[in-house]
Nanobody, 117 residues
Framework: QVQLVESGGGLVQAGGSLRLSCAAS????????MGWFRQAPGKEREFVAA????????PYADSVKGRFTISRDNAKNTVYLQMNSLKPEDTAVYYC??????????WGQGTQVTVSS
């Protein structure tokens, strides 16, 4: 079964850090671009960051640029999102996703990140 499983979410104070992990299973994901999206209560899901299969391209949303870093370990079939200098507005459910067929067509179940002020 092909799936993505996120972990690493939690409650943190403003200014703190968290590292999210996304473990992929069911196939080798090293050839696929991966991404992170988030959805806050009452808002639409929004793009956070992405990483190409080689790791050479890493676009970010303007709201997280300079604070978040996406990376991948293809040997472990895992993608990470290091989040520093967290703000209350970063509070959301964070989803990992993979581009299996040109679009983001495989999603994890999400992990909650809550940043208190």
């Amino acid at each position: 079964q092909v799936q993505l499983v996120e972990s690493g979410g939690g409650l943190v104070q403003a200014g703190g850090s968290l590292r999210l992990s996304c473990a992929a299973s069911g196939r080798t994901f090293s050839r696929y671009a991966m991404g992170w999206f988030r959805q806050a209560p009452g808002k639409e899901r929004e793009f956070v960051a992405a990483i190409s299969w080689s790791g050479g391209r890493t676009p970010y949303a303007d709201s997280v640029k300079g604070r978040f870093t996406i990376s991948r370990d293809n040997a472990k079939n895992t993608v990470y999102l290091q989040m520093n200098s967290l703000k209350p507005e970063d509070t959301a459910v964070y989803y990992c996703t993979a581009q299996l067929a040109g679009t983001y067509d495989l999603w994890g179940q999400g992990t909650q990140v809550t940043v208190s002020s």
